[in-house]
């Protein structure tokens, strides 16, 4: 059936809307165990993670590619069958109600979408028709090497319309909101992850695969066209331009990018033992520097917690009680930083190992109360972000930033603004790297008056120490400070992240 289009999904997807995504591999958020262990179908998912997802606060779903694939070990990212809901969680028909269950708690959902190769099973595209149909008969061209997959031919009109046709039928026929390409870097280049003489230019001498240029904006431009109520989302790694502008202006045409330099820099930073931490300041602030430069997702995806790098919370330093806490601080910081927030399954309550596609997520840690902790913290910044529009109205627009203190290396203090359109109003977000306690610390603030304390994450409903500005308020005086005219003296606790709200 075709699903009509929504003026209330177009709201909800708008770039100056709070968005926060919940990353999902179907198969190993939960299992049944009373029944060997078996994945969820579509009625038993609706019934289970769409109202988890919604009492997290998340505003959107992300579902790891749905598309009919022979090997659960690809996770999706290999699918043969683009114009079918795998099996695996059972019918058509039951994706159809599970996208309905989600609109009606007021979820979007979001699938990820893979143009870039195919795999090379026979009963798939390759070689289709005894001839490379669908792929670059070259292999310097049609052939990946990192993942043994074919690459579609995106020159032909047939294989461009193919893909196009694909990306509206998920958005027309399920009602699906948004998305998210995947590796779009490895399709912008037509050198990417070959040496020399692995790869053959294009017309111009150049590297970049023009093809796909071509064909990503024409995609854009026929769901905006088709669909505008929905969104199309980069998984973009390099700094190719323009990714998340408009076609006529030159971009691709995607809505968002996700912000990989951001992810990279800022796990680099929480990974370093906070002694070290005041040598390298600039991990944590340069992604201002490009913030506006495209619509950035802030991504924490399934691929920071796999192949060995291990779970979010055994990233960072320290003691057990300091793990704990550097990831609040870090979840404090990604909700106060500029950008669409992306978290993958299990990051929510500090899940302890890694993933695994064949298992179920580690639900029992919710009986301790760290995980507990966690867990109350990220649906607490979620209700903070969805109701605080300085946190979201202006993600993409300097306005909406402003910089108290980026420069106190030696203690490892962060300080920022962050604005609404209205200005009766604005947050403070100050976050401490280091397990010490900062007594007495003279922020600059650009207003006379309260200013009052959001949100704590070392709060003891956290798991933390409970260190805190006295009745959570401060009061502004006349004292200039950090280039502002007017200062508050604050308690800063041990490897955390406050918030605090000013009102006129």
Same mark, same amino acid.
């Given at each position: 059936?075709?699903?009509?289009?929504?003026?209330?999904?177009?709201?909800?997807?708008?770039?100056?809307?709070?968005?926060?995504?919940?990353?999902?591999?179907?198969?190993?958020?939960?299992?049944?165990?009373?029944?060997?262990?078996?994945?969820?179908?579509?009625?038993?998912?609706?019934?289970?993670?769409?109202?988890?997802?919604?009492?997290?606060?998340?505003?959107?779903?992300?579902?790891?590619?749905?598309?009919?694939?022979?090997?659960?070990?690809?996770?999706?990212?290999?699918?043969?069958?683009?114009?079918?809901?795998?099996?695996?969680?059972?019918?058509?028909?039951?994706?159809?109600?599970?996208?309905?269950?989600?609109?009606?708690?007021?979820?979007?959902?979001?699938?990820?979408?893979?143009?870039?190769?195919?795999?090379?099973?026979?009963?798939?595209?390759?070689?289709?028709?005894?001839?490379?149909?669908?792929?670059?008969?070259?292999?310097?061209?049609?052939?990946?090497?990192?993942?043994?997959?074919?690459?579609?031919?995106?020159?032909?009109?047939?294989?461009?319309?193919?893909?196009?046709?694909?990306?509206?039928?998920?958005?027309?026929?399920?009602?699906?909101?948004?998305?998210?390409?995947?590796?779009?870097?490895?399709?912008?280049?037509?050198?990417?992850?070959?040496?020399?003489?692995?790869?053959?230019?294009?017309?111009?001498?150049?590297?970049?695969?023009?093809?796909?240029?071509?064909?990503?904006?024409?995609?854009?431009?026929?769901?905006?066209?088709?669909?505008?109520?929905?969104?199309?989302?980069?998984?973009?790694?390099?700094?190719?331009?323009?990714?998340?502008?408009?076609?006529?202006?030159?971009?691709?045409?995607?809505?968002?990018?996700?912000?990989?330099?951001?992810?990279?820099?800022?796990?680099?930073?929480?990974?370093?033992?906070?002694?070290?931490?005041?040598?390298?300041?600039?991990?944590?602030?340069?992604?201002?520097?490009?913030?506006?430069?495209?619509?950035?997702?802030?991504?924490?995806?399934?691929?920071?917690?796999?192949?060995?790098?291990?779970?979010?919370?055994?990233?960072?330093?320290?003691?057990?009680?300091?793990?704990?806490?550097?990831?609040?601080?870090?979840?404090?910081? #990604?909700? &106060?930083? @500029?950008?669409?927030?992306? /978290?993958?399954?299990?990051?929510?309550?500090?899940?302890?190992? =890694? $993933?695994?596609?064949?298992?179920?997520?580690?639900?029992?840690?919710?009986?301790?109360?760290?995980?507990?902790?966690?867990?109350?913290?990220?649906?607490?910044?979620?209700?903070?972000?969805?109701?605080?529009?300085?946190?979201?109205?202006?993600?993409?627009?300097?306005?909406?930033?402003?910089?108290?203190?980026?420069?106190?290396?030696?203690?490892?203090?962060?300080?920022?603004?962050?604005?609404?359109?209205?200005?009766?109003?604005?947050?403070?977000?100050?976050?401490?790297?280091?397990?010490?306690?900062?007594?007495?610390?003279?922020?600059?603030?650009?207003?006379?008056?309260?200013?009052?304390?959001?949100?704590?994450?070392?709060?003891?409903?956290?798991?933390?120490?409970?260190?805190?500005?006295?009745?959570?308020?401060?009061?502004?005086?006349?004292?200039? #400070?950090? &280039?502002? @005219?007017?200062?508050?003296? /604050?308690?800063?606790?041990?490897?955390?992240?406050?918030?605090? =709200? $000013?009102?006129?």
């Amino acid at each position: 059936p075709f699903v009509p289009p929504s003026s209330a999904r177009k709201q909800a997807n708008a770039l100056n809307a709070p968005i926060s995504i919940y990353e999902v591999h179907l198969g190993s958020w939960r299992r049944n165990t009373d029944e060997g262990n078996r994945w969820l179908d579509w009625d038993e998912l609706a019934d289970t993670l769409v109202p988890y997802a919604r009492d997290m606060g998340f505003t959107h779903l992300e579902l790891m590619p749905i598309s009919e694939h022979p090997f659960d070990g690809s996770w999706g990212y290999q699918p043969v069958g683009m114009y079918a809901p795998t099996a695996r969680f059972g019918d058509p028909a039951g994706f159809v109600r599970f996208v309905a269950g989600c609109h009606a708690e007021g979820l979007g959902l979001i699938l990820d979408w893979v143009p870039a190769h195919f795999p090379t099973d026979a009963h798939g595209l390759g070689n289709f028709d005894g001839t490379h149909l669908y792929e670059y008969a070259d292999p310097r061209e049609g052939f990946h090497n990192d993942w043994n997959t074919l690459i579609y031919n995106l020159g032909r009109t047939e294989v461009s319309n193919f893909l196009v046709g694909n990306g509206l039928y998920w958005l027309e026929r399920f009602g699906v909101d948004g998305l998210r390409v995947d590796a779009v870097a490895s399709m912008l280049y037509r050198d990417y992850s070959r040496k020399a003489g692995e790869w053959i230019p294009n017309v111009h001498g150049g590297r970049e695969n023009l093809e796909t240029i071509a064909f990503l904006k024409r995609m854009n431009e026929v769901v905006g066209g088709e669909r505008p109520q929905a969104i199309t989302l980069a998984e973009e790694s390099t700094a190719f331009p323009s990714v998340s502008r408009p076609t006529y202006a030159g971009g691709l045409g995607f809505h968002y990018k996700w912000n990989m330099g951001w992810m990279h820099d800022t796990l680099a930073y929480m990974e370093r033992d906070p002694i070290y931490r005041k040598h390298h300041q600039g991990e944590i602030s340069f992604s201002l520097v490009y913030a506006f430069t495209e619509n950035f997702v802030l991504p924490i995806s399934h691929d920071e917690v796999v192949h060995g790098k291990g779970s979010l919370l055994n990233k960072m330093p320290g003691d057990r009680w300091q793990q704990f806490a550097n990831l609040r601080a870090f979840m404090g910081y #990604m909700f &106060g930083h @500029p950008g669409k927030k992306l /978290l993958f399954m299990g990051c929510e309550f500090a899940q302890d190992r =890694e $993933w695994n596609f064949e298992q179920s997520l580690d639900w029992h840690l919710l009986d301790q109360a760290p995980h507990a902790g966690m867990q109350q913290l990220v649906r607490d910044l979620n209700q903070l972000y969805r109701t605080t529009p300085a946190l979201y109205q202006q993600d993409f627009e300097p306005a909406g930033f402003e910089w108290i203190e980026h420069n106190d290396a030696e203690r490892s203090v962060l300080s920022f603004i962050r604005r609404g359109v209205d200005d009766t109003s604005f947050i403070v977000v100050v976050c401490n790297f280091t397990p010490n306690v900062w007594n007495g610390y003279r922020l600059g603030v650009p207003q006379a008056g309260t200013y009052y304390e959001k949100l704590n994450t070392d709060s003891t409903h956290y798991g933390g120490s409970n260190v805190g500005t006295p009745l959570g308020t401060a009061s502004a005086e006349a004292v200039a #400070m950090h &280039g502002k @005219p007017y200062s508050v003296v /604050l308690n800063l606790p041990p490897l955390a992240t406050v918030m605090l =709200e $000013w009102k006129a």
